[in-house]
């Protein structure tokens, strides 16, 4: 199993920006990708960006030049550094472990007021 502990979340304005943390434990040596989810009220959960056991990376089209996924090896932390916030940022996000399981946090409220 892979525990997932998300951190950093709240609320800031328009055009500020703030970092999301990600811990892993348990068998994270299973895991092949991390990624950050995001879900606003009413809409589907989307991906925000993704990165691979590799290193590389992807990202939703929306936030690309904007959001940056990272990763600590030694801290089994990734994280999500955000700037330049939107309104339309607003959501619930999730981290997301992919091993031959799929595991999730349990969300962090992100807030951009405009």
């Known amino acids: 199993q892979v525990q997932l502990v998300e951190s950093g979340g709240g609320l800031v304005q328009a055009g500020g920006s703030l970092r999301l943390s990600c811990r892993a434990s348990?068998?994270?040596?299973?895991?092949?990708?991390m990624g950050w989810y995001r879900q606003a009220p009413g809409k589907q959960r989307e991906l925000v960006a993704r990165?691979?056991?590799?290193?590389?990376?992807n990202y939703a089209d929306s936030v690309k030049g904007r959001f940056t996924i990272s990763r600590d090896n030694a801290k089994n932390t990734v994280y999500l550094q955000m700037n330049s916030l939107k309104p339309e940022d607003t959501a619930v996000y999730y981290c997301?472990?992919?091993?031959?399981?799929?595991?999730w946090g349990q969300g962090t409220q992100v807030t951009v007021s405009s």
């Open positions: 997301n472990a992919e091993s031959s399981t799929t595991w």
């Open positions: 990165i691979l056991r590799g290193g590389s990376t």
């Open positions: 348990g068998s994270i040596f299973r895991i092949n990708a």
